[in-house]
């Protein structure tokens, strides 16, 4: 009997032990991701309202400076670029961005090239980069089907809960970088160097290039953001960054139809306008870090002209 008493006893003891580490552990780990997610919405601009938002993956990153944006226009700017990121992550972007501060934005610009719904050459894990802000509707949404169509049902139910309830674990090294970059206020994304351009036309003779085509589920989507940002009265400025003239000539067909497919999106929305900035820049080869992202030189090139023609459009002053 005694006995019996004394290991109820040790079982107690140790209950009440892994309660007050459990708690312990689940204090620690909001603190701490609350300190990160803080730093990432900093990095994207999601801490505060801003009037221009600038969605996109790796182009826009590279290609729009942020801080020279807001001293041209005056106005408060957010850039809300991952690198990777497809058009149903840009979309869902959008969204998120308008549910956090949608009265304040006056513009999205949201990059786009000849490979605009192009099926391949973006991650098909890119979700997970969204991990951080689960607790928006949207994201969480976005989250949770991403998971699914790229795991099996088990698998991806696990992920999924495991992300929900150890918020530490939504963080990868990609977004605590971002996060850093925010507690730091250093928002600048620039590669340093210029493309080697015979090293690349021999790859292009050799066929070594992306592929233009035209995935109708992207299509879709990607319509379905130009409704909503219509509905929402928002002016969406569709941004040709440019990408070098030696790819972008490789299919001129094809390519030629992209681009006519954008500028009719701008002739058919009153919200919607098309910058294309390929034909004045794609064969200023020292604008280019590699064929399809801009270097300093051509950072700054590009967010001069972008700054004009927000201007000359009458969305600012």
């Known amino acids: 009997m005694e006995e019996i008493k004394n290991n ?16 312990l552990f689940m204090a620690i780990d909001y603190v701490v991701s609350e300190f990160l997610t803080i730093g990432l919405e900093k990095y994207y601009g999601l801490d505060k309202p801003a009037e221009l938002v600038l969605i996109g993956h790796s182009h826009t990153m590279l290609g729009l400076d942020k801080g020279k944006l807001e001293e ?14 497809n058009v149903q992550d ?12 949608g009265d304040s934005i006056k513009a999205i610009t949201y990059d786009v090239d000849a490979w ?23 994201i969480n ?48 994304n620039i590669k340093i160097g210029t493309i080697d351009v015979e090293s690349y036309k021999k790859r292009v003779e050799s066929g070594d290039y992306q592929n233009i085509t035209f995935d109708e589920d992207l299509k879709i989507i990607f319509e379905e953001m130009l409704e909503f940002t219509s509905e929402e009265n928002i002016d969406l400025i569709l941004l040709g960054i440019p990408t070098i003239g030696i790819l972008n000539r490789t299919d001129p067909e094809n390519y030629a139809k992209a681009m006519s497919m954008l500028q009719e999106y701008a002739d058919k929305y009153d919200n919607v306008h098309f910058l294309d900035y390929n034909p004045l820049l794609e064969d200023q080869y020292d604008l280019f870090y590699d064929p399809v992202h801009l270097g300093p030189k051509g950072n700054e090139v590009v967010t001069e002209m972008v700054s004009k023609d927000l201007k000359q459009l009458g969305i600012f002053n």
């Not at 109820?8 to 892994?18: H, M, P």
């Open 141 to 188: 949404e976005h989250v949770r089907n991403g998971a699914k169509e790229n795991m099996e049902q088990s698998n991806a139910s696990f992920e999924y809960y495991l992300k929900k309830w150890i918020r530490t674990s939504r963080f990868t090294d990609l977004n605590l970088n971002g996060s850093l970059r925010g507690h730091l206020g250093f928002y600048s």
């Open 72 to 85: 041209e226009l005056h106005c408060r700017v957010a850039k809300y670029a991952i690198e990777g990121a």
């Open 116 to 138: 605009f719904i192009t099926g391949e050459g973006l991650s098909v894990n890119s979700y997970k980069l969204f991990f951080p802000f689960m607790y928006d509707k949207y």
């Open 8 to 23: 109820i006893g040790k079982l107690k003891s140790l209950a009440i032990k892994v309660f007050v580490f459990a708690l």
């Open 90 to 101: 840009r979309f869902t972007m959008i969204k998120h961005f308008v549910h956090q501060n």
